[in-house]
């Protein structure tokens, strides 16, 4: 456990960094700092392992005050993760990733084995190990980096911006492997952003930093798109925190519908389909491969060849049953039906829904929480 007491930093020239933080990052949780530039993210972080020391107020890690520890023990024993991945260019990954447990009087051997589970750990291959920074990609140094913070196996992981500098697609994949990571390992997170997509998606609590160092809110992602604490915290948070906010709603009571399917591979023959009715295209394994439209020739009873990939549209987003409402969602919309495809967890269909009932759910819940109990006053 992390906790901040009327934590302050004024550094000499006078800029208030932090002012009187309070805040408690549990054990075994992810927390993200999130804020617009220069509001005290990464100072915060920097006074959880001493690179910063508070000018007033208390810095706890596991109840200890850290001014009260040795600084290099406490940094070892302290992941920390940074943009850029901060690699040593000159050592191979192996070695990187081998450092701490080395300064940690490991010997040599098992620093490197330890440093090769790690490798596998965070995905990489093991031919990697031999490489220099540089010849690999941004995303894989990335991935380097957290494997290094693991390497003494440290119960509190600190990162700054860790995958701020990689394209969208490959900082969506970063994000996925450290929620991964996180449920094998339970390590205390505490994680630097100025995104808020990024802090919504990976943080069990985010706190949004304001100017002038100032804790704006610290609470659960679904309660901060719900109800935003302030002016500043709704504009940060932002436009589309609505519809944002189907990420954290379960779809249990989201009934699924039934529509008429036919096989790849297959005549139509057979096909229960009314005239104006989209077609579900299935393959052996009945895992959906994409529409047949009402208006396709393949549909004139003249024709009865087979059907083939080439007579479907592209389907939409697939729903996996059990998911959040958000996915159901982006299924019906995105699909050329209207009809959002649910398939179970092996990828089979298992019928479709609309947006409307996804927005109905959406209501029936609004107003099940703001209803009066029955037989309260009015
Ligand atoms: N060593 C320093 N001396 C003086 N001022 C500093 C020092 N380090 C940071 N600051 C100031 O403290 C404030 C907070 O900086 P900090 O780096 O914590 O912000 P941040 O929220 O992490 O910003 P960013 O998202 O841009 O990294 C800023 O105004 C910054 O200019």
Same mark, same amino acid.
Not at 37 to 61: A, D, H, I, Q, Y
Not at 242 to 269: H, I, M, N, Q, W
Not at 331 to 338: E, F, W
């Given at each position: ?139 894989? !140094? ?12 440290? *119960? ?22 450290? =929620? ?44 901060? =798109? ?27 009571? =989201? ?36 529409? =047949? ?12 060849? *087979? ?49 409307? !009932? ?21």
């Amino acid at each position: 456990m992390i906790e901040f007491r009327s934590a302050t930093k004024r550094f000499a020239d006078g800029t208030v960094a932090v002012k009187e933080l309070d805040l408690t990052v549990e054990a075994g949780t992810i927390t993200v700092f999130v804020g617009p530039s220069g509001c005290g993210k990464t100072t915060s972080l920097r006074m959880v392992n001493r690179m910063v020391e508070p000018t007033s107020g208390t810095v706890l890690v596991d109840g200890a005050d850290v001014m009260a520890s040795n600084p290099a023990r406490l940094r070892r024993s302290i992941g920390y993760v940074i943009q850029h991945a901060g690699l040593f260019p000159h050592r191979s990954v192996l070695d990187n990733v081998a450092t701490v447990p080395l300064l940690s009087g490991w010997t040599r051997r098992r620093a490197r084995s330890r440093a090769a589970e790690l490798l596998e750990l965070v995905g990489l291959a093991p031919e990697l190990g031999s490489r220099y920074p540089a010849q690999l990609s941004g995303g894989q !140094q990335q991935r380097v980096g957290v494997a290094r913070a693991l390497a003494a196996d440290p *119960p509190v992981l600190l990162m700054d911006e860790p995958f701020s500098a990689v394209d969208p697609v490959v900082r969506e994949g970063l994000q996925d492997e450290l =929620l991964r990571l996180q449920n094998d390992l339970d390590k205390t997170v505490v994680f630097v952003t100025h995104d808020i997509d990024e802090a919504v998606r990976i943080g069990e609590r985010v706190a949004v930093f304001a100017d002038g160092g100032r804790l704006a809110q610290y609470v659960p992602p679904a309660e901060l =798109l719900a109800a935003p604490a302030d002016d500043f915290v709704a504009d940060f948070v932002g436009r589309d925190r609505g519809y944002r906010g189907l990420s954290f709603l379960d779809a249990g009571a =989201l009934s699924v519908g039934d529509v008429p399917t036919a096989d790849v591979g297959a005549t139509l023959t057979g096909v229960a389909a009314g005239p104006g009715e989209w077609v579900l295209a299935l393959d052996a394994e009945r895992r959906p491969r994409g529409w =047949l439209a009402p208006d396709s020739a393949l549909r004139s009873a003249a024709v009865s060849r *087979p059907l083939a990939e080439s007579d479907l549209l592209a389907g939409g987003s697939l729903y996996t049953r059990g998911t959040a409402l958000r996915g159901a969602l982006d299924a019906a919309l995105s699909a050329p039906s209207g009809l959002g495809v649910v398939i179970d967890e092996t990828g089979r269909h298992l019928g479709v829904v609309t947006a409307g !009932q996804v927005l109905d759910l959406v209501e029936r819940r609004r107003a099940t929480r703001h209803d009066p109990e029955p037989g309260a006053e009015r």
